[in-house]
């Protein structure tokens, strides 16, 4: 890849087949809903104490991947 060309990344990426249309939509709805940032994670440690703040860390994961994945499956279901 170019440093100096911006969409040779693009290009990159678009013609690589593992980044076919499910696996994108299953990234983006990852992305959207995984973990807050570290700065939010330690203010609920001060808050309400580890427990509930690594519930709440984990909890998101969980369920961000859980839907990933259900994306995923629906995706290619339906796409493929």
């Not at 170019?2 to 990159?12: C, K, Q, R």
């Not at 593992?18 to 992305?31: Q, W």
């Not at 940032?37 to 369920?63: I, N, P, Q, S, Y």
């Amino acid at each position: 890849v170019d440093d100096d060309d911006p969409s040779a990344l693009g290009s990159y990426i678009a013609a690589d087949p593992a980044y076919d249309r499910p696996t994108v939509y299953a990234m983006i709805i990852f992305l959207l809903l995984y973990a807050p940032c570290m700065v939010t994670v330690a203010v609920m440690v001060r808050e309400t104490g580890w427990k509930w703040a690594m519930f709440a860390l984990w909890g998101a994961l969980g369920f961000s991947y859980i839907l990933s994945v259900i994306v995923y499956q629906g995706a290619r279901l339906i796409l493929i």
